[in-house]
């Protein structure tokens, strides 16, 4: 009777390790997949064509030089490589500039015809219509068929997922930004982390530290939009005021937030590393003359300095994936950071405030999709990284 509930147990842990297993497999194919369909989306907004005239040798326009194009900040081909021709914009709400009500029809039946007439006598247009208007025999050239492509994915410096007629999706601004805030909370917390936890493992008394440990680790249960309020009342207006700032929605404010949210991992971890040293290490050493300090820095730091690099990893991993505290506090700005004291955002804040906007199966929507593989892929380096620095000999 005895074997066969054994028998029950392993069988239920079986199945319930598989099942989860499964379930995150399938959660990260469904990822990429969803992911992967950004590539075979169009550059120009779903259901409208951007054309320009037959004899324009630009066949191809990036979605940053679309939206320069369209903002006049480029007003002539030859700054994208054509000819020397003023670049004319034309778009769908302009047809009546050119046209009467009359020459358009009753049902707008002509419209076809008398935009392909405008594209075909304007050397130096770019035409931005729905594709619905688009004539079965256009005289002019289709530069929005293209995809999109990886390069200005991953090499893009500009985040304009709504823009027309080119949303643009670049992620070094929101890489940087991650990056930025995630290391910036590191330098702040490694030093306290490590200090404390030191403190923890060799200095303080069994009361004290019987008191202090659940404290600690209790602070890693608090949810982050309580540290994001704290830092949204506390830390931004002393960094706006402290540093004469414009505003206090910075790097900094995020990296600030973050290092004391990753303090609780950081001591915790390094701390029961710093415990593992075998007492006799610890006794030869004080034996042969050194001082308590000088054990703790030629000893304990360097025998469990495997544990205090992984314990930092997991800090920087728990950095990185943190999304509300860093909306609450970093502004939000989708630019290539120049300084810890500008506004930045990170890819977590982005997935989470426009994931509710973005219309399901567009561009917008599986672009959040790609950045959370990319996400996902950071987090894995991390992972790994964690597992190879914990498996090290100790020397």
Not at 174 to 190: E, H, K, N, W
Not at 307 to 325: C, K
């Amino acid at each position: 009777m005895r074997k066969f509930f054994e028998k029950i147990v392993e069988g239920g842990l079986l199945i319930s390790g598989s099942v989860t297993s499964l379930a995150i497999l399938l959660i990260i194919v469904f990822l990429f997949k969803e992911a992967s369909g950004l590539f075979n989306s169009p550059a120009v907004e779903e259901g409208y064509v951007l054309a320009v005239n037959s004899s324009n040798p630009v066949k191809h326009l990036s979605p940053e030089n679309t939206k320069q194009v369209f903002d006049s900040e480029i007003t002539n081909w030859s700054e994208l490589g054509g000819n020397d021709e003023e670049i004319l914009v034309f778009r769908f709400s302009d047809l009546t500039n050119f046209y009467t009500e009359e020459e358009l029809g009753a049902e707008f039946e002509f419209v076809p015809d008398k935009i392909n007439e405008l594209v075909q006598k304007e050397k130096g247009i770019v035409a931005f219509f729905p594709e619905m208007y688009l004539a079965k025999d256009f005289k002019g050239t289709v530069i929005s068929k293209d995809p999109i492509r990886p390069g200005e994915f991953f090499g893009g410096t500009q985040w304009y997922p709504t823009a027309t007629p080119s949303p643009i999706f670049g992620l070094i601004p929101l890489l940087l930004g991650t990056l930025l805030v995630s290391f910036g909370a590191i330098i702040l917390s490694l030093p306290f982390g490590v200090a404390v936890a030191i403190y923890l493992a060799e200095i303080a008394n069994f009361k004290t530290r019987q008191f202090l440990k659940p404290v600690i680790e209790l602070l890693a249960g608090i949810p982050s939009v309580v540290y994001g309020f704290f830092g949204l009342v506390v830390i931004v207006p002393l960094i706006q005021k402290g540093f004469n700032l414009p505003v206090g929605e910075t790097a900094f404010a995020g990296s600030v937030v973050l290092a004391i949210m990753a303090l609780p991992t950081i001591i915790t971890v390094a701390e029961d590393a710093m415990r593992t040293t075998p007492r006799a290490m610890k006794e030869a050493s004080l034996a042969l003359g050194a001082t308590q300090w000088q054990t703790i820095y030629k000893v304990i730091i360097p025998y469990s300095s495997s544990g205090i690099t992984s314990a930092v990893v997991l800090g920087i991993g728990r950095a990185i994936g943190e999304t509300m505290a860093v909306l609450m506090v970093t502004g939000n700005a989708a630019i290539i950071p120049t300084s810890f004291f500008e506004p930045v955002r990170t890819i977590p804040a982005t997935i989470a405030a426009e994931l509710g906007e973005a219309p399901a199966g567009g561009a917008h929507y599986e672009s959040l999709f790609l950045l959370g593989a990319v996400l996902f892929m950071i987090t894995l380096v991390l992972s790994i990284a964690v597992e190879y620095i914990s498996s090290k000999k100790k020397i």
